[in-house]
């Protein structure tokens, strides 16, 4: 439809400017001379100005502040002569008696046609924002825009002078728009050709490895490059530090944050300290497992890191149980299935609380995590009931916390009433691990991203709302991605949960 009414403009403009002249040769003004001799001057001038504007781009023997200047003072001069010329043309105009025969006439088809230009205008924007359905895709659109300007003069400057600071903006431009290649490139553009290579080129590879590649043992590389090109980065040595953990290398990891904190810039890091102390906790269970590998070592291992946390580390180590040693593991089972859960994966999750209740129908947490995988799958007759024995178990309704409230709840809901949120709390806490946590870690603790506990910038609504629809810095956005539910749910739990300073509330 656009294209039709700028072919319609274009095709307007056409019989405005050359055929009405050519039918009605009287209408239009007759010609200045143009054999005026300042006339003529002057666009010699103009000419040869342009001439020496284009040569400058060709002059490689002149340093690159030097044609600026040049290029600079040409323009001036040509802005100029091109004045005189527009004035001299008037002046010529004004002396070229009109025909006596034919009076001037009113301009009536140039009017017309401007008018048209001012109504178009004014339609355009009340015609194309109803197909974008609200206001939130012109945003999109006048972004995308926007967006594609920046880039261009970013390529520019890059083209023109490729130093850290044009190709580091340029790099991370394509990063924020998606294109990991051309970042890639751009980021392995900068080791390969700056000197010395500065430490954000590689710490930059190391996050693409991770985020796109999952690729450890190749972010670790980088990583390290990063640290010897800048050994007082903090943000390099926290993630080396995490990389060391996951890669079962604790004593590095615990080497890597005792540097950390020894720096001056570190050194009062609440956060690092605690994370160096569970490294320590896990150092020895984790290198006697990794050593030697019983059912022994390996089950103490899951136990710590599902006491210090670490939950997912805990379920890989529990599978390795279960399918090498011993497939009879109730709590194995129940703490994969309470994993699962947290990430989203309800049918997964069910299949692996079942087994657990199969070996153990007293486990608490296997009964209250059985009821809510049954809850989000709308399977809500089992939740009551698996709520129920709950209860039961627990020893009646004072001992069961907050799950008395989730069966009525959940009572309300088969009888056809809108629900509460009493478990969109847990729903925030999955959408986040499935969404957030491989930036900002599954506690909102932080890593590539900032923490989100009791961060105040995480607390302001209208700012998270805004960051998870569109994203900033190396954050991507989610308004394509998710609902706007899920987005109000996610709001919901960072800003009443992880920025009040605590992980969901579990009842
Ligand atoms: C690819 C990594 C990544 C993912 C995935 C991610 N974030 Fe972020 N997030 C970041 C980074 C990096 C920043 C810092 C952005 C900046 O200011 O440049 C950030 C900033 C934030 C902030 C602002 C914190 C502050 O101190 O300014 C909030 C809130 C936030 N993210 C929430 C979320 C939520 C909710 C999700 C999931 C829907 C999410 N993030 C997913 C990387 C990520």
Redo the contacts with the bound molecule.
């Keep these: 439809m656009l294209t039709v009414i700028i072919i319609v403009l274009l095709a307007l403009i056409f019989f405005t400017y050359v055929a009405i002249p050519l039918i009605f040769p009287g209408q239009s003004d007759r010609l200045p001379d143009s054999r005026d001799p300042i006339k003529q001057d002057l666009e010699e001038e103009r000419d040869a100005l342009f001439r020496a504007i284009k040569e400058l781009d060709a002059r490689n023997d002149l340093a690159q502040t030097r044609r600026d200047q040049l290029r600079a003072r040409y323009e001036a001069k040509a802005a100029k002569v091109l004045r005189a010329l527009d004035e001299r043309q008037l002046e010529l105009k004004e002396n070229v008696p009109s025909r006596p025969t034919q009076r001037k006439r009113f301009p009536y088809v140039t009017l017309s046609f401007l008018s048209l230009m001012v109504i178009m205008a004014a339609l355009m924007p009340s015609y194309v924002l109803p197909r974008m359905n609200g206001g939130t895709v012109t945003t999109f659109f006048e972004g995308d825009i926007e967006q594609a300007k920046a880039l261009k003069s970013l390529e520019r400057a890059a083209n023109k002078n490729p130093n850290e600071d044009n190709l580091m903006a340029l790099a991370d431009a394509y990063w924020q728009l998606n294109d990991v290649a051309q970042a890639e490139a751009t980021y392995l553009r900068m080791t390969s050709e700056l000197n010395p290579v500065p430490a954000l080129a590689y710490s930059r590879l190391g996050y693409l490895k991770l985020?796109n590649d999952n690729d450890i043992p190749g972010a670790l590389t980088y990583f390290e490059q990063a640290q010897e090109a800048d050994p007082s980065d903090l943000d390099t040595l926290y993630t080396l530090s995490e990389i060391y953990f996951s890669q079962a290398r604790p004593d590095d990891a615990v080497k890597t944050l005792e540097t950390y904190l020894s720096l001056p810039a570190g050194a009062d890091d609440e956060e690092v300290k605690t994370r160096l102390e569970l490294f320590k906790q896990v150092a020895p269970v984790l290198n006697a497992a990794t050593q030697d590998p019983t059912q022994e070592t390996l089950a103490a291992l899951a136990d710590t890191y599902w006491q210090v946390g670490e939950r997912e580390r805990a379920a890989d180590i529990y599978i390795q149980l279960l399918s090498n040693f011993d497939a009879h593991n109730g709590l194995a089972y129940s703490r994969i299935g309470q994993v699962l859960f947290f990430s989203g994966r309800n049918v997964q999750a069910i299949d692996m609380l079942e087994r657990a209740m199969a070996i153990d129908d007293a486990n608490l947490d296997t009964l209250l995590f059985l009821g809510n995988a049954y809850f989000s799958s709308d399977r809500l007759e089992e939740a009551i009931s698996t709520w129920e024995h709950y209860v039961e178990v627990a020893g009646g309704e004072e001992a069961a916390g907050r799950v008395p409230g989730l069966i009525e709840n959940a009572k309300a809901r088969l009888a056809g009433a809108p629900t509460d949120s009493t478990v969109v709390e847990v729903s925030g806490e999955s959408?986040?691990a499935a969404?957030?946590a491989?930036?900002?870690g599954l506690a909102g603790q932080g890593g590539?991203?900032?923490?989100?506990i009791a961060?105040s910038?995480?607390a302001n609504e209208a700012?998270?709302r805004n960051?998870?629809q569109y994203?900033?810095?190396?954050?991507?956005g989610?308004i394509a991605s998710?609902s706007e539910e899920q987005i109000d749910i996610?709001?919901d739990?960072?800003v009443n949960n992880l920025?009040q300073g605590q992980t969901s509330e579990r009842p």
């Design positions: 985020q959408l986040f969404n957030c491989a930036c900002h590539i991203g900032p923490t989100l961060n910038r995480a700012n998270v960051l998870i994203g900033r810095g190396l954050m991507p989610f998710l996610l709001v739990f960072v920025a």
